[in-house]
């Protein structure tokens, strides 16, 4: 079970504006560690730079002690490291299953391996395995986050990086996705996600940061952070 | 349509039943609001509340689906944006919609160059000095020969901002974001200058922001929109207690 | 002197410098050299349209053909003067211009593209089909606007109209209407709020363009002496964009440029036949990709470098940047 950890990271697109400005994060191994904060903290932003997109300007990314804040995506990726964007990520004019061997890609030359993981996607989503051989136009909302969702977990990664899993969904379709994430976690996978809707996030987490403004302002157990929610939200929109 | 109709005791912003529709969303739903003359206010709100789309429909991007818009005492919902513009708003967008071919000084121009088809009386060395003043005041003058499309996204703002300014008669100013992704010097440049735009003309402001910090140093009130609906009206601190708002943004 | 009459004086002097042309070359080069006057009339005012107001038609050709089957059918059936048969010509364009634009300049950019594609089509179509009126591919014999088909006052009438035509164009692309063209091109929804009725000046640029179109249609139907609906296939189009393109989309010089460039390549490589469309396309694609500015760019290098060597020429060679 990975255990990821950030220490004072920086990081930016533009040259002289820092995004993060100073970022401390650990997740335990095996939990699911929950960063929630307002619109431009930065949420977005720490994922893409754990996964590569973004290089940190200051401080260190590890996996189980390893730097990894200088590789590229793809070196990530197969570290063990996969990453959920926002809304469906999946390619529209590809079938199901194309959609799923694109995403076991880093692990293509391998192919019982391959064949093995798409028979374990579909075991743990039969909707997709319905509409496999269909175009992934033809999916619901919700059939195609959850692709979105399998397409990432058929190389089993040891770490799983979500961004917004609810960002528009129906409430219904949201309950799955979360649902999903607490079955992914029982097989061992590490899960740090991000997400605005807080009630959400402190629902499925384990231990939460909230960040404003590039920075982390607050830190605890899904029980301390349940129990001052309010306090949370009221102090953010003054500003305290 | 008289621009200057505006009387000191009418709202410069009202909205009845503001309904939008995008397919199956309803992204405004029903949406009554009122700014009176020389407010700034804030309109706050989770992702997805519909604060961008609202903006868009004041300012006439879209077509409302239903209720209806005042703008300094006229009716503006069936209105096309540059009427809606000659009635005296303005507005800026979040990302940079400066005319990238042109100059930083041409781009300031242009909305008073279009106003001379509109019968303005302002003469072109009138309309340089203006444009010349409100660069100034955006500490941008020096850069006005530059093309617009070399500036910085906060530059790029404050142009926004200078150019929307040059609109006359000037009432209301529609802010989508200003504050997203720009570095703290030019946000206090930014803040200065509404400020003083609020105070010396008596110029009316709604601004979409999250940026809390920046709202309460501006804003008098502010209105929390979510899923498309105002759900409460207040200043900062009575929003930020009351429940229906925490909700709001606790998500479901 | 202001500006405009500084202007005048220049398309003066070009007028005088190129006028001794028929004097040194042959009849076949000065007619090749009016053909390329024809061209840049058209890509200057296609240029004025797409380059400068972002308004992609492909109907340009179209309007030259309406301009110039406007005139030579009132010359034939009403015995009109050449004259104002051409200037009928410019009106009629005129007017379908106005009716085409505010049918499709509210349209997004393909769709604009799709439906001035269609009218040009169906226009050649008409023009074909009425053949009892028109003759159709036939070919329709137009009166010679000098009585003669010898090309020596032609040249000098077509210099002129192009030199008035690029003066006109000019002073419209820098004028309050340029700014608005512009402003439009880089973004209409911030013109739009910005105070501009973005509609009324799209069309008033459509129209514009397709009024220098029958202008230039109407002479040129009047030097040959013989009209036909070939002219009116995509491929005069093509040409006038590969014109454009080439020489610099988005510039004032690009058209004028290509045009020439293109036009003369084409006439020297006239045994090649149909291979020239080829070798123009991957001109196209060349400069696309590998050099967007086009003539022009290269022009504004080569003065650049020939400047870094001969320093003294730097005043001439290289453009001032506004100051105030």
């Known amino acids: ?240 | 349509m008289d621009p200057e109709a505006v009387s000191v005791g009418s709202p410069v912003l009202e909205t009845r039943g503001l309904t939008k529709r995008f397919g199956g969303l309803v992204a405004v739903d029903n949406l009554s609001m009122t700014v009176p003359r020389g407010e700034i206010r804030g309109l706050i709100g989770p992702n997805g509340s519909g604060k961008t789309t609202t903006v868009n429909v004041l300012s006439g991007l879209y077509r409302p689906d239903g209720g209806e818009i005042q703008l300094c005492g006229q009716r503006t919902d069936r209105l096309r944006p540059h009427q809606i513009t000659a009635c005296g708003v303005a507005r800026t967008f979040q990302i940079s919609k400066l005319f990238g071919h042109m100059t930083v000084l041409e781009n300031v121009l242009l909305p008073a160059l279009a106003a001379l088809d509109r019968g303005s009386e302002r003469g072109p060395a009138e309309i340089r000095a203006r444009g010349r003043q409100l660069l100034e005041f955006v500490t941008l003058d020096r850069m006005r020969h530059d093309p617009a499309r070399e500036l910085s996204g906060g530059q790029s703002m404050l142009v926004q901002i200078a150019r929307a300014l040059m609109i006359q008669p000037l009432h209301l100013v529609l802010m989508d974001e200003p504050f997203a992704g720009v570095h703290p010097t030019i946000r206090d440049i930014i803040m200065e200058a509404i400020l003083k735009m609020n105070r010396d003309e008596g110029v009316t402001f709604l601004i979409v922001s999250h940026e809390m910090a920046e709202l309460r140093r501006l804003c008098q009130r502010v209105s929390v929109m979510d899923e498309g609906r105002l759900i409460a009206e207040g200043t900062l601190a009575e929003v930020a207690n009351d429940p229906v708002v925490l909700e709001a943004y606790l998500g479901t | 002197m202001s500006p405009l009459a500084r202007r005048i004086g220049w398309a003066l002097a070009a007028y005088a410098a190129l006028a001794g042309l028929p004097l040194v070359v042959s009849d076949y080069h000065t007619h090749v050299f009016i053909i390329s006057l024809y061209y840049v009339i058209l890509a200057a005012s296609w240029n004025l349209l797409a380059g400068y107001a972002g308004q992609f038609s492909l109907a340009h050709h179209t309007f030259a053909g309406v301009g110039a089957y406007t005139s030579a059918l009132l010359c034939l059936y009403a015995r009109v003067p050449i004259l104002v048969g051409i200037a009928a010509g410019v009106v009629v364009a005129g007017i379908v211009g106005y009716g085409l634009g505010t049918l499709c300049l509210r349209m997004r950019a393909i769709y604009l593209a799709l439906a001035t594609w269609a009218f040009a089509e169906s226009v050649r179509l008409l023009i074909a089909v009425e053949y009892p009126i028109t003759r159709g591919d036939l070919g329709l014999k137009t009166g010679f606007l000098f009585g003669t088909p010898h090309p020596t006052p032609y040249y000098y009438l077509f210099l002129g109209l192009t030199l008035a035509s690029l003066l006109a164009i000019w002073q419209l692309v820098h004028s309050r209407v340029g700014a608005y063209l512009r402003a439009i091109r880089d973004d209409e929804e911030a013109a739009a709020v910005m105070g501009l009725d973005t509609f009324k000046w799209k069309r008033v640029a459509f129209v514009v363009s397709a009024a220098f179109a029958a202008v230039a249609g109407g002479f040129q139907g009047h030097y040959i002496g013989l009209l036909s609906p070939t002219p009116m296939k995509f491929n005069e189009m093509a040409i006038i964009i590969i014109m454009v393109i080439a020489g610099g989309f988005r510039t004032f010089s690009g058209p004028v440029l290509g045009a020439v460039f293109i036009e003369l390549l084409s006439e020297e490589l006239r045994a090649w036949g149909e291979v020239r469309m080829v070798l123009f396309a991957i001109l196209v694609l060349v400069v696309a990709r590998a050099y967007p500015a086009g003539l022009v760019g290269f022009c504004r290098a080569a003065g650049r470098r020939l400047t870094r060597s001969m320093p003294g020429l730097a005043p001439i060679l290289t453009p001032q940047r506004r100051e105030d």
């Open chain 1, 1 to 240: 079970m990975a255990s990821l950890e950030l220490e004072h990271i920086a990081a930016g697109y533009v040259e002289g504006i820092d995004i993060l400005s100073d970022i401390s994060v650990r997740v335990a191994p095996g939990s699911i560690t929950g960063v929630i904060g307002p619109n431009g903290a930065g949420k977005s932003t720490l994922l893409r730079t754990i996964f590569g997109f973004l290089h940190p300007r200051r401080g260190r990314v590890t996996l189980d002690g390893q730097e990894i804040h200088s590789l590229a995506p793809y070196a990530i990726k197969r570290l063990g490291i996969s990453y959920v964007p926002q809304g469906a990520n999946i390619f529209p004019q590809l079938t199901v299953e194309e959609n799923l061997q694109l995403g076991a890609w880093v692990i293509r030359h391998d192919r019982d391996r391959v064949s093995a993981r798409l028979e374990n996607a579909y075991e743990a989503f039969p909707r997709l395995r319905e509409r496999r051989r269909r175009r992934a136009t033809t999916l619901s909302g919700g059939e195609a986050k959850m692709l979105s969702l399998a397409k990432e977990l058929v190389t089993e990664p040891q770490l799983l990086l979500v961004d917004e899993p609810s960002a528009g969904l129906a409430p219904r379709i949201v309950e799955q996705v979360y649902a999903r994430l607490l079955a992914v976690r029982e097989q061992g996978v590490t899960i740090l996600l991000v997400d605005q809707n807080i009630n959400k996030a402190v629902a499925v987490s384990d231990y939460l940061y909230m960040i404003e403004r590039g920075e982390v302002r607050r830190e605890g157990t899904r029980r301390e952070f349940a129990d001052q929610l309010r306090e949370i939200v009221r102090d953010s929109l003054l500003g305290a």
